[in-house]
Nanobody
Framework: QLQAYGGGLVQAGGSLRLSCIASGRTFGYYAVAWFRQAPGKEREFVAS????????DYADSVKGRFTASRDNADNAVYLQMNQLKPEDTAVYYCAARTNLRATRTADDYAYWGQGTQVTVSS
């Protein structure tokens, strides 16, 4: 089971850090990704991190502003979001797959958190 939290309301240019915690399992052999879905839009890939090799991947729209990381001790994955823009407003989901390789395709991920709302005001 995954739990995502850390969303909130922030002004443009501000920062938030999202957390994704795994309970009942460890992330040790998983790839974890963040996706987001804005109202009226399809779910889109944001970032991913492979647990074992700590390889990261980012959508062009967030590259240089968002950073994915993981913490072995906390069995958690984080998404640090800086320089937030109004277009970053969405529900953010973390997802995991039992594969060392991350992908950008939502259907490749079997485990999903409940989503956390991020709202960026202009």
């Amino acid at each position: 089971q995954l739990q995502a939290y850390g969303g909130g309301l922030v002004q443009a240019g501000g920062s938030l850090r999202l957390s994704c915690i795994a309970s009942g399992r460890t992330f040790g052999y998983y790839a974890v990704a963040w996706f987001r879905q804005a109202p009226g839009k399809e779910r889109e890939f944001v970032a991913s991190i492979t647990w074992s090799y700590v390889t990261t991947d980012y959508a062009d729209s967030v590259k240089g502003r968002f950073t994915a990381s993981r913490d072995n001790a906390d069995n958690a994955v984080y998404l640090q979001m800086n320089q937030l823009k109004p277009e970053d407003t969405a529900v953010y989901y973390c997802a995991a797959r039992t594969n060392l390789r991350a992908t950008r395709t939502a259907d490749d991920y079997a485990y999903w958190g409940q989503g956390t709302q991020v709202t960026v005001s202009s």
